[in-house]
């Protein structure tokens, strides 16, 4: 018997799964220009060079909390591609640009001093927003189905749409359409032509979103977590707000995590998983629905 058609995504939403606390994590990202066909595994499959994959693999392997993601925003091919090395984190994040003529000049490129925040390798480094939609339709179709209309609309905003890219997997298939904001990498989900929009210029002023907010990606789940209850119990929506101070486990599935508002109040926030009582399918190539879990507040206190 042949399985009933089916959108993760809207599977999700339907059931009222919350998205903080889900944001995939790393503070230093390289986006490689591929406008060529990604399949479900972009980069492994991709025709990049053997020399080229075994250095971006290196950099990976030996570069805690390092992701690669690529991005296009053209079909055609250019006589060039674009590298953007971003280091995602709370205070002064940065992305660093180059344009480089073969994806083999990937080799002359010392990425760890560019991501280290010692050389630009001669790339352009920029604090400005730098958008990113995933629209991996072969690794899921909602990201094709949520995501394309996504990327359209915003790509066709004259303000933005020149910061606006395609991603590949960005993770959480089923929170489509997924918005990213570097250099922060604030992971938003869930995101409509109309949120989309308020998310970006609500970046641009240095606030964050809070309903459609995954979290930061240079924290870990946890701690994401923390901060989106610490930001909604005191109305703290600034980039700039909330500092997060440290944190460490409180029990086998439990966390603790502390913010430092602007102002130097202190807020301590336990959180822990539990298990959702409704089953989906985590993505839409899940054969069998399981129980997802989620991030609860066990307590909140300031000083």
């Known amino acids: 018997m042949s399985q009933i058609p089916f959108f993760c995504s809207e599977l999700s939403r339907d059931s009222g ?20 066909a990604w399949g479900a595994r972009a980069f492994e499959s991709s025709a990049l060079a053997p020399a080229v994959k075994a250095r971006v693999n290196e950099f990976l392997t030996t570069t805690p909390r390092s992701r690669l993601l690529f991005v296009k925003q053209h079909p055609d091919c250019r006589e060039d591609f674009r590298l953007f090395v971003v280091r995602a984190r709370e205070q002064q994040p940065f992305v660093v640009e180059l344009r480089l003529r073969d994806y083999k000049d990937l080799l002359d490129v010392d990425v760890r001093a560019v991501a280290a925040g010692d050389s630009t390798e001669g790339g352009t480094l920029s604090r400005d927003p730098l958008l ?12 094709a189905k949520f995501g394309n209309l996504l990327y359209k609309h915003l790509r066709g905003r004259a303000r933005e749409g020149e910061r606006v890219w395609q991603s590949s997997h960005v993770g959480g298939d089923r929170f489509a359409a997924n918005l990213v904001c570097f250099p922060h990498g604030l992971f938003y989900a869930r995101v409509t032509e109309e949120a989309g929009a308020r998310i970006v210029e609500e970046y641009e002023r240095g606030r964050i979103v809070l309903e459609h907010f995954r979290g930061r990606s240079c924290l870990a789940r946890p701690y994401q977590a923390a901060e989106y209850f610490v930001r909604a119990e005191a109305g703290l929506l600034a980039l700039d707000d909330l500092r997060f101070a440290g944190g460490g486990r409180a029990g086998d599935s439990a966390w603790r995590a502390r913010f430092v508002a602007a102002g130097g109040r202190v807020y301590e926030a336990r959180v822990s998983t539990r298990v959702s009582e409704f089953r989906t399918f985590i993505t839409c190539q899940s054969r069998e629905p399981s129980s997802p879990s989620y991030f609860a507040l066990d307590a909140l206190s300031k000083r």
């Open 17 to 36: 799964e919350q998205v903080f606390g889900t944001a995939s994590t790393g503070e230093t990202w390289l986006l490689v220009e591929y406008p060529f």
């Open 132 to 143: 990113l939609v995933c629209t991996h339709g072969k690794r899921d179709k909602c990201c």
